[in-house]
């Protein structure tokens, strides 16, 4: 895959899981805008726990990777991918900070 190919399909993927997001958990998240309830949703039963705990998990290593490549390799804002993975969602921030990434490498190249 290319280099413009794969920018495509990055934002491609974060612009969708975004999308997805809003419109599977925004209406109901306006019937009842309880926050707490809406995170306690995704421990409702086993299988949704293990999920939830792997998004969890998932982010504490984005996390980790953006604080180690910042501190070495000099990649900067890599905040917004970190708030981007709260809202909406891990899928839309790791794709942002991939691209983010890719831009700031090119430009150095």
């Not at 306690?40 to 293990?50: D, E, I, K, L, R």
């Not at 939830?52 to 998990?57: E, K, L, R």
């Not at 984005?62 to 070495?72: D, G, I, N, S």
């Not at 981007?84 to 921030?93: M, N, R, W, Y």
Request: proline share 5%; with cysteine; charged share 10%.
């Amino acid at each position: 895959m290319g280099t413009a190919a794969y920018r495509r399909f990055l934002v491609v993927l974060a612009v969708a899981f975004a999308v997805a997001f809003a419109l599977v958990c925004i209406p109901p998240f306006i019937d009842n805008p309880d926050i707490l309830g809406a995170f306690a949703g995704g421990f409702v039963n086993p299988y949704a726990s293990g999920y939830a705990m792997d998004i969890f998990f998932t982010w504490a290593v984005l996390a980790a990777w953006v604080m180690y490549e910042a501190k070495v390799k000099g990649i900067r804002h890599g905040w917004v991918a970190l708030l981007l993975g709260v809202v909406p969602g891990v899928a839309t921030g790791f794709a942002v900070y991939l691209l983010i990434r890719l831009n700031q490498e090119q430009a150095a190249a």
